[in-house]
């Protein structure tokens, strides 16, 4: 039978003589996981708002409402997950994830944002399975729902290209 324990922040399966601690992940790393979603929640903030700000031309017109929507829900996310830096005891990035531009083409902004959406899909599905080994289960729902609301907008980003081809 298999156990997971958590032990001085170890990851330990089994118990007895066949207690292994051979994953060895800590609350630190988890935390810098943490703070590296902040810096990206902070980039696309910013970056779907400008490009909602700077909007030209009919297909941009079209999505232009659900840009703002989008730029709103990654503000929230970067609050829910700043609140969870600060209760773990870490840093809050005061800058984007990295410099960025808005593409020129509408073809080059949407095929950014799908970047974007797969980019922060990828770490959040790391972090809800290193919640999960941890037992941190408030952090791992917490990162499920925002997980859930990014493959909405990569779908809302994917379909909108597809659309306009
Ligand atoms: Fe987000
Ligand atoms: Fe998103």
């Given at each position: 039978?298999?156990?997971?324990?958590?032990?001085?922040?170890?990851?330990?399966?089994?118990?007895?003589?066949?207690?292994?601690?051979?994953?060895?992940?800590?609350?630190?790393?988890?935390?810098?996981?943490?703070?590296?979603?902040?810096?990206?929640?902070?980039?696309?903030?910013?970056?779907?708002?400008?490009?909602?700000?700077?909007?030209?031309?009919?297909?941009?017109?079209?999505?232009?409402?659900?840009?703002?929507?989008?730029?709103?829900?990654?503000?929230?996310?970067?609050?829910?997950?700043?609140?969870?830096?600060?209760?773990?005891?870490?840093?809050?990035?005061?800058?984007?994830y990295e410099d960025f531009a808005i593409q020129d083409s509408f073809k080059g902004k949407m095929?950014?944002?799908?970047?974007?959406?797969?980019?922060?899909?990828?770490?959040?599905?790391?972090?809800?399975?290193?919640?999960?080994?941890?037992?941190?289960?408030?952090?791992?729902?917490?990162?499920?729902?925002?997980?859930?609301?990014?493959?909405?907008?990569?779908?809302?980003?994917?379909?909108?290209?597809?659309?306009?081809?």
């Amino acid at each position: 039978m298999r156990k997971d324990n958590l032990e001085n922040n170890k990851i330990i399966i089994g118990s007895g003589k066949y207690k292994i601690s051979s994953v060895n992940i800590k609350k630190k790393e988890m935390l810098g996981m943490l703070e590296e979603a902040v810096a990206r929640e902070l980039k696309v903030s910013i970056r779907y708002m400008y490009q909602h700000m700077m909007f030209k031309g009919v297909k941009e017109f079209a999505i232009n409402e659900e840009l703002e929507e989008i730029a709103i829900t990654e503000m929230q996310h970067l609050e829910k997950i700043g609140e969870k830096v600060i209760y773990l005891g870490g840093n809050l990035p005061t800058m984007p994830y990295e410099d960025f531009a808005i593409q020129d083409s509408f073809k080059g902004k949407m095929m950014a944002d799908i970047k974007e959406e797969e980019d922060a899909i990828k770490l959040y599905k790391e972090i809800i399975k290193v919640a999960d080994l941890l037992g941190d289960f408030a952090t791992k729902e917490m990162m499920m729902k925002i997980l859930a609301d990014e493959e909405e907008h990569h779908d809302f980003f994917i379909s909108v290209l597809e659309e306009s081809e």
